[in-house]
DNA sequence: GAAATGCGCGCG
DNA sequence: AAAGCGCGCGCATTTC
């Protein structure tokens, strides 16, 4: 837990605006390992009196000033400042989430606990068919190389033990070893041990950790919030009299990525719901799976496979959109910094990868040096040609929560008598965020207002579209229900 | 015995 | 059928 708290707060220190001004050089100057110790301790971590807190906000106003985009960086700081009180919100009020439901799901996919503890009895059934089919009643299945050892004895010469690699191999143990490995995942991630610490008075409360991802997306710390299994998604359920608003952008960082470029052939085929099945409209690619990985490959970097044979085509129809995700790759490879639609810029470079290209650029560099650096630009530019459009569409992604978070704020409150004291007053009489994950929201709402809630969920989305890209024409459809529970119908 | 690392897999 | 981005977590093993 820790760790990741960690992790967050490095993270968090490296949003664009201090990268926008001379602080950078100051920071720098700053002896480092000093400073990552310490996180660990009160000193180095946010504001924790009123004195500091308004000396940062002077430092970030000032900064501000300073800065040659007042709008963007001002509008990121809006957004990220009402991110973090969303974070807390939500902490607070909880995912309502139904333990009895959840209990049902284990048992079903699981099988049932066997009373006096050990392995649920499907999940048994699974590892002792395993065992047979590698004759050995006592492998370990647990221990991949202990499992990769079981595997070639019995003739499955595989290099690892991972999913998809198994499946390549016609045997009877690949079956029930790939079931095992599923349900033995979801017992030791989200079974009852989970259920237990993480779910108190019908709500899951995980620590969120805003800008906790070096693109600007949340991450979280404890509770594995932002992995929580579609499987276990009918466990989150509304309070008698209270519904959930669960609404997600289909295609959201596509999108992003034709407002960014002004590339109106894409912003055209992402009008309408089904943004693959407009490329395909578009003549691109033929057909809708091609549509899809050659856009992942585009904002991922493929080079090889299907996906990297078909970028050639995508730059043909849209060249604006690969130019930029092009230029943002180049720029990576090169040591160079990118910056998203509102300012957050990516990490420079490590001494270590400047060592590598130094190296390489020596005149008696070896073949493996060359290589190396090589490969290591190309690692680096297809981060920061991800990052671009990762990076904004978290940007869209948060200024779509604060703007919500203002309207539920301003609604009436219901009846105090038919709330749901799980959430605590606050949030017990009025709707409130319950979760986000990075394209994706619920809100909980009383049922009174849930029609009200929508609308406001898609108002905002629209705010957001608005505030980052002006009149540009890109829709961001969103996949919006309001229900008793998160689950998919 | 605690901390770091590798693996595998859940999410977008 | 696979490879190309960003994460957190649990478990087993290795390292200090």
Do not use: C
Request: overall charge neutral.
């Amino acid at each position: 837990m820790g760790a990741g708290h960690r992790y967050g707060l490095r993270h968090r220190d490296d949003h664009g605006l201090r990268a926008a001004t001379d602080w950078d050089a100051a920071a720098a100057a700053e002896p480092a390992p000093a400073a990552l110790f310490d996180l660990d301790t009160e000193a180095a971590g946010p504001p924790d009196d009123i004195a500091s807190a308004l000396a940062e906000f002077g430092r970030q106003r000032a900064a501000l000033e300073a800065s040659d985009d007042h709008a963007r960086l001002r509008l990121l700081l809006a957004a990220e400042s009402a991110a973090a009180l969303i974070a807390v919100e939500m902490r607070t009020a909880g995912l309502p989430w139904d333990a009895i439901e959840h209990d049902r799901l284990l048992t079903e996919i699981l099988g049932a606990r066997p009373a006096g503890g050990g392995m649920p009895v499907r999940m048994q059934q699974l590892a002792d068919q395993v065992r047979t089919e590698l004759r050995d009643p006592t492998a370990s299945l647990d221990s991949q190389p202990k499992l990769l050892r079981s595997l070639h004895r019995i003739g499955i010469l595989a290099d690892s033990t991972s999913r998809w690699e198994l499946v390549h191999y016609d045997h009877a143990v690949i079956e029930p070893l790939i079931q095992y490995k599923r349900l033995a995942r979801l017992h030791a991630a989200n079974g009852w041990g989970w259920l237990a610490e993480w779910v108190h008075d019908a709500r899951f409360r995980p620590v969120y950790v805003p800008a906790g991802v070096v693109t600007g997306r949340w991450a979280s710390s404890g509770g594995g919030a932002l992995q929580i299994p579609r499987q276990l998604r009918p466990a989150v359920r509304a309070d008698p009299g209270w519904a959930l608003v669960v609404a997600d952008v289909a295609q959201l960082e596509p999108r992003v990525l034709a407002a960014m470029s002004r590339d109106s052939a894409l912003a055209r085929a992402a009008r309408g719901q089904d943004l693959y099945a407009g490329i395909v409209e578009s003549g691109a690619v033929p057909t809708r799976a091609q549509a899809k990985v050659a856009i992942l490959g585009a904002m991922y970097g493929a080079t090889t496979g299907d996906s990297g044979r078909l970028l050639p085509a995508l730059r043909r129809t849209y060249p604006r959109a690969m130019a930029l995700v092009d230029d943002a790759a180049r720029v990576g490879e090169q040591g160079g910094v990118v910056s998203t639609w509102l300012g957050r810029t990516s990490p420079t470079t490590s001494a270590g990868w400047r060592d590598t290209q130094a190296a390489a650029a020596e005149p008696d560099a070896s073949g493996a040096d060359e290589a190396q650096a090589r490969r290591r630009a190309a690692d680096r530019g297809r981060f920061t040609r991800n990052f671009v459009v990762q990076g904004t569409a978290a940007e869209w992604a948060l200024v779509w929560l604060a703007d919500l978070r203002t309207r539920l704020a301003a609604m009436d409150p219901v009846n105090e008598d038919r709330g749901a004291p799980a959430s605590g007053p606050v949030f017990s009489t009025r709707p409130h965020l319950a979760f986000f994950l990075h394209d994706e929201i619920i809100v909980h709402t009383p049922l009174a207002r849930a029609d009200e809630v929508a609308e406001a969920v898609r108002d905002a989305a629209a705010s957001a579209a608005r505030l980052l890209f002006g009149r540009f024409p890109v829709d961001f459809p969103l996949d919006l229900r309001i229900s008793q529970t998160a689950a998919k119908d």
